[in-house]
């Protein structure tokens, strides 16, 4: 939950846009990744801060940086916006004790 709320909080923050052209998430599984997207209508490139222990934000993709196993940014096929997304593999059912 929080890497999804990470992007969305982003999105939500510099993605000021009009109604109609609203965030959106995606969740795509496969084999033993999980991927989830989040949309929104801003061409602005989401980058990492270099926060200082007395700043109150600046941190979230950072952490997304560090917990997930590969993330990344595209722009929108319609042209409007990006797609900021990340990946996490998902233990395989070998691992489950099964």
Known sequence: MLLLSELTTNA???ARVSPGRE???RFILRNDTLR????DATDEL???CHA???DESGRGLTLVEA????????PRPCGI???????????SESHHGR
């Open 52 to 54: 200082s222990p007395n």
């Open 46 to 48: 989401p980058r990492p």
């Open 67 to 74: 917990l997930v196993d590969a993330w990344d940014v595209f």
């Open 12 to 14: 939500c923050k510099h």
């Open 23 to 25: 965030i959106s998430t």
């Open 36 to 39: 989830i997207e989040v949309s």
């Open 81 to 91: 916006g990006k797609t900021v997304w990340f990946e996490l593999k998902l233990p």
